[in-house]
């Protein structure tokens, strides 16, 4: 019993020893003027591509428009962790201005769902990205699968890509589901329909109808799988825990995500997530400081034998379909 209390006291403080290495390398402070380029970088990038598709009427701006559209929900990610500003103000202000009028995802709506993720990552019971609306995320889901979990799952990792194609479209659903719950509801209900309308608008006046739609499916199919690469190497393939594991923050967190290895330009792709360990350890840490982060996490884990999970882009997905695929198991007996 008193070993026991001894290695639970231990734990305990692990996480405050790393907090210490980190704050002296000074990787919590503001990046301001990172922040006033990246934002303008991308603000330049979302109004271009409108403004490309207004003069040229040419489907390939929906592409450019899907990037700049994962470029705003990646600028609203950090807004929301309070990485650009330490008030909630403005992260909120400019939050909803990003994600509702600017790319038709409601602020709150996804705030709540994010911040329960981080809160028990790849839970089964608590963390709303491994729940089992479509896919199923472990054997024990898979057993218990309804509806159209239980047709999909056992093809789960076959489909993985195509119905990623999908996730912009869910993503703008379940934001107007969202709306009458959401703390503000009132700014973010005008906000998010003021976009569907004007998105809509947009489309239906710059094209013939039939053209308006293969836009629409160009671009928010592009959306949503750009979105899904970004998020989906980062837990997918990891342990998913249950009600029995009991962890502390350091170990829940380091866990329960792999980092993706790759230069800048990943970097700048996957907007810094491809540090999801460093991230989830530290929420509110500036997006440029986190590759400064990863080799002080690493040699700490090492220290205290805390297993570090990283894989090359490639690889990171290789682990993903293959654990979706063992998860399906079940429903392919």
Wanted: aromatic content about 10%; glycine content about 8%; some cysteine.
């Amino acid at each position: 019993m008193c070993m026991t209390v001894l290695v639970d006291a231990q734990r305990s403080t692990d996480f405050a020893a790393l907090s210490q290495r980190i704050r002296a390398a000074g990787l919590l402070e503001r990046r301001p003027g990172y922040y006033a380029v990246r934002l303008t970088l991308v603000a330049a990038l979302y109004l271009g591509g409108w403004a490309g598709l207004a003069a040229t009427h040419s489907l390939w701006f929906g592409v450019v428009l899907a990037v700049a559209y994962a470029q705003v929900a990646l600028v609203a990610h950090d807004l929301a962790h309070k990485q650009v500003f330490r008030g909630r103000r403005w992260s909120e202000a400019l939050g909803m201005l990003a994600g509702n009028a600017g790319i038709g995802m409601s602020y709150g709506w996804w705030m709540n769902k994010h911040t329960r993720h981080h809160a028990n990552p790849n839970h089964e019971d608590h963390d709303p990205d491994v729940a089992p609306d479509i896919l199923v995320w472990s054997t024990r889901q898979a057993e218990r699968a309804r509806g159209l979990a239980r047709v999909i799952g056992g093809h789960q990792a076959l489909l993985f890509f195509p119905l990623l194609l999908l996730e912009g479209f869910n993503l703008h659903v379940q934001s107007a589901r969202a709306i009458p719950s959401v703390k503000r509801r009132r700014i973010e209900g005008i906000l998010l329909y003021g976009h569907f309308a004007a998105y809509l608008a947009a489309a239906f006046l710059l094209f013939s109808p039939g053209m308006a739609i293969a836009f629409i499916a160009v671009h928010q199919g592009l959306f949503g799988l750009y979105l899904g690469l970004t998020f989906a190497p980062n837990h997918k393939g990891m342990p998913v825990l249950t009600a029995d594991d009991e962890l502390d923050f350091l170990r829940k967190q380091v866990l329960t995500s792999r980092n993706v290895r790759g230069g800048v330009w990943l970097d700048v792709a996957l907007g810094g997530l491809n540090y999801q360990i460093e991230h989830h350890l530290f929420p509110n840490m500036p997006t440029p400081h986190l590759r400064r982060a990863q080799p002080i996490v690493e040699r700490y884990c090492a220290e205290i034998g805390v297993p570090y999970h990283s894989a090359t882009f490639v690889s990171s997905y290789a682990q993903a379909l293959r654990h979706l695929h063992e998860a399906g198991a079940p429903l392919r007996r």
